[in-house]
């Protein structure tokens, strides 16, 4: 049975740092790809970041330079350390690994396979 289970969230002021975690059963991370996205209130799910199998990673443009994705395979988890947050970061993350044939960067909730039940980040002064 897969699962996927975020912790790491809380409440941070702006310009603060959080370390998200996501620990995976079922499947190992280390012969998968696993992105983290995340969903603001009201808003539609936003891509975060991609890690491959062998390691390279992306960002979308509005973390890029703060956010940095990582993950230990001896310990099947994948990290998202977030930096310099601002208010707009607020939303639920989840990881989640995206079905053969989808996007590799999908902002669709049918485009994923497997995802977690999410972790609230909130940014605020």
């Known amino acids: 049975q897969v699962q996927l289970v975020e912790s790491g969230g809380g409440l941070v002021q702006p310009g603060g740092s959080l370390r998200l975690s996501c620990a995976i059963s079922?499947?190992?991370?280390?012969?998968?790809?696993i992105n983290w996205v995340r969903q603001a209130p009201g808003k539609g799910l936003e891509w975060v970041s991609f890690i491959g199998r062998g390691g390279a990673t992306s960002y979308s443009d509005s973390v890029k330079g703060r956010f940095t994705i990582s993950k230990d395979n001896a310990k099947n988890t994948l990290y998202l350390q977030m930096n310099s947050l601002k208010s707009e970061d607020t939303a639920v993350y989840y990881c989640?690994?995206?079905?053969?044939?989808?996007?590799?960067?999908?902002?669709?909730?049918?485009?994923?396979?497997?995802w977690g039940q999410g972790t609230q980040v909130t940014v605020s002064s």
């Open positions: 989640g690994k995206v079905r053969r044939g989808s996007r590799w960067n999908s902002n669709r909730r049918d485009e994923y396979e497997y």
């Open positions: 079922g499947f190992t991370i280390s012969s998968e790809s």
